[in-house]
């Protein structure tokens, strides 16, 4: 269903858009500004694969079942609807949101961390530097000869928040993640939250899809071993 159009209508598709404009012209059926389109598009390229995550496991697992390859994007869906995974940029959309302007930013801040509340999207279980996907996604967005509101205004927060968790946390090393700009960028181009895991997804697709392929060619069902951590009936227990 198309934003704001009843479900029994659709939207023709225009071959003259590539593919990341032609995903939101079918959201809105409107063209939409060079600057969403090819933020979009920087998004989609940058968050298509990233290794073994949840929700790529979860394929390449049902796939070595020699399941089916929509049930195993079936799978990967739902792995990635959770908050810890492709769920997670809709609590970014509503920090920036709750700051609102450059000149807020600062005080909303120091008020989170004196509070030891988590601020959305920064740090990774992974990277303990600068994620080179938000450092891609920044560059390009400094690139655009147009300005957003949003995308500035996440600029400035990301700069902002470096600083003060310098601050606040020394030595730990807190820089955005992807999350953050792939929050700022789906909110600068309209999206509402409840579209921002499937975009996720519309992207990571690509990856999952590989992943499916390679598994299948060289396959070998995924079986972990379990470690029985319990206690052992001792002689006193038996009759």
Do not use: C
Request: no cysteine; net charge negative.
């Amino acid at each position: 269903k198309q934003q704001g159009l009843p479900i029994w209508e659709s939207i023709p598709s225009n071959e003259s858009l590539g593919h990341a404009a032609h995903y939101l012209y079918l959201l809105t059926g409107e063209d939409p500004t060079d600057i969403h389109a090819s933020a979009l598009e920087t998004y989609m390229i940058l968050t298509m694969e990233h290794g073994l995550n949840a929700s790529t496991f979860t394929a390449r697992v049902i796939t070595s079942t020699e399941s089916d390859m929509v049930s195993a994007l079936t799978g990967a869906l739902g792995a990635m609807k959770g908050q810890l995974h492709g769920g997670a940029p809709s609590g970014v959309t509503e920090m920036l949101e709750a700051i609102g302007t450059a000149d807020r930013a600062e005080g909303w801040l120091r008020e989170q961390l004196e509070n030891r509340r988590l601020l959305m999207g920064f740090g990774h279980r992974i990277y303990r530097t600068r994620d080179p996907r938000a450092e891609a996604l920044k560059m390009r967005i400094a690139q655009m000869e147009e300005s957003d509101h949003w995308l500035d205004l996440a600029q400035f927060v990301e700069d902002t928040t470096v600083r003060l968790l310098a601050e606040y946390k020394p030595g730990r090393k807190l820089y955005a993640n992807v999350e953050f700009y792939a929050a700022a960028i789906m909110r600068a181009i309209g999206l509402p939250s409840e579209l921002f895991t499937p975009t996720f997804s519309a992207s990571r697709t690509v990856g999952w899809t590989s992943h499916m392929i390679e598994q299948a060619k060289d396959n070998v069902i995924y079986r972990p071993d379990a470690k029985y951590i319990g206690s052992f009936p001792t002689t006193e227990h038996v009759s």
